[in-house]
C-alpha cells in the first residue's frame, strides 16, 4: 500500500527556506528604515540643540556687554 498526499490548492506554497528567507529580508527592509528614521530625528534634535545653545550664548554676551556699558556709563558720570 503506497500513501499518496493530494492537495487541492492550487497555489504552491513557499518552502520553509523560502518563507524564512522572506522573514530575514523584511526584518532587514525594517531594521534599515529604523535605523533611517533615528539618524533623521537625532540630527534633528543634535541641530536644534547646537542652535539653542548658541542662541543662549548671544542671550549671554549681549547681557554682558549690556551691564559692562552701562557700568562705563555710570563710571563717566
Given amino acids: 500500500m503506497q500513501i499518496v498526499k493530494r492537495t487541492m490548492n492550487w497555489i504552491q506554497r513557499p518552502s520553509m527556506f523560502e518563507e524564512a528567507e522572506t522573514a530575514r ?3 532587514k527592509a525594517y531594521a534599515q528604515s529604523d535605523i533611517a528614521k533615528n539618524s ?3 540630527s534633528g ?3 536644534s540643540g547646537i542652535s539653542s545653545t548658541t542662541e543662549a550664548v548671544n542671550l549671554t554676551l549681549r547681557i554682558a556687554a549690556a551691564r ?3 557700568g562705563v ?3 563717566k558720570s
Avoid: C, F
Fill in 73 to 75: 556709563n555710570v563710571k
Fill in 25 to 27: 529580508l523584511k526584518r
Fill in 45 to 47: 534634535l543634535i541641530g
Fill in 40 to 42: 533623521t530625528l537625532s
Fill in 68 to 70: 559692562v556699558q552701562s
